[in-house]
């Protein structure tokens, strides 16, 4: 049988780097792609290829499909890891950063999609796509209030897309993580503290403290790369995977709890401290 490809962005650093590393492992081709592939500290492998590709510029999408194609000669399973977060009250967000914000969760994740399943169909190969959405995909916490409207548009857009693309022998399944211990806050995070009015600063702060030591309990990254991987070889009609502990106890609690008893744990939990 011959050795299976999986495209996923986002493989410089976190999920996507270590999602890389466990493919790898298995004995698949990988092809590990981010906008600076020369930056890249994945070591050297024959069946490893790093590769730019910047998912908002469809030219660099294609030109990326290509040289892994040559490489490869198919690629079977393509994870849309790629992301940018922005967190923070909503009137502080600048035009910008909610369009950035759009543009590579949603837009730039769906010109991915869109350029796989054409290769496929014409081709009549089959393939898995796999959008990494997030436990936020699912149930919303304060301040995220962008960052989770693009993950819930990814969820919609996933579910409704795995009905189209059954019939042409393409599976289309989500991998929602809940909390993961990466640089992701840093790097690939921005936010909209600074320009929010002074009105929300003071319970802002102490929000942050509280989702901070949160974040620093969750799971590893390796979790959601096994969840990747179980995914990506799977033969079920599975949809929704879900990743990480918490995610699976979150989940579950917004299940069978009443809403107005679920919003109430959530803020007993982000404000704790503050007086609201």
């Not at 996923?8 to 600076?36: D, H, P």
């Not at 989770?148 to 022998?169: C, D, I, M, Q, R």
Request: aromatic letters at 8%; a positive charge.
């Amino acid at each position: 049988m011959s050795t299976k490809t999986v495209l996923i962005t986002g493989s410089s650093t976190g999920i996507g780097k270590v999602t890389a590393l466990y493919f790898l492992e298995k004995g698949w081709n990988v092809a590990a792609t981010m906008r600076t592939p020369e930056k890249s500290d994945l070591g050297s492998n024959s069946r490893l290829l790093a590769v730019a590709l910047d998912v908002t510029k469809e030219e660099s999408i294609k030109s990326a499909w290509a040289e892994i194609t040559r490489k490869f000669g198919k690629i079977d399973v393509v994870v849309n890891n790629a992301g940018y977060g922005l967190t923070g009250p909503f009137e502080g967000a600048t035009t910008e950063q909610i369009k950035r914000q759009f543009d590579t969760n949603v837009f730039g994740l769906m010109a991915l999609c869109k350029e796989a399943i054409s290769v496929w169909r014409t081709k009549k190969e089959k393939g898995i796509l796999i959008n990494i959405t997030s436990v936020g995909g699912r149930v919303t916490f304060p301040y995220y209030s962008l960052y989770h409207s693009t993950k819930w548009a990814v969820e919609g857009f996933t579910e409704s897309l795995n009905y189209e693309v059954a019939p042409l022998g393409i599976k289309v399944k989500l991998v929602e993580p809940g909390a993961i211990r990466t640089d992701f806050g840093g790097r690939s995070a921005d936010h909209t503290d600074e320009n929010a009015p002074r009105e929300y600063q003071s319970i802002l702060k102490i929000a942050r403290d509280n989702i901070k030591k949160a974040v620093e309990r969750s799971s590893e990254p390796i979790e959601v790369a096994k969840v990747i991987f179980q995914a990506a070889t799977s033969n079920s009609s599975q949809l929704r995977y879900k990743a990480g502990s918490d995610a699976k106890l979150i989940l579950a609690l917004r299940k069978l709890v009443p809403e107005n008893l679920f919003f109430s744990i959530i803020k007993s939990q982000v404000f704790k401290g503050a007086e609201i």
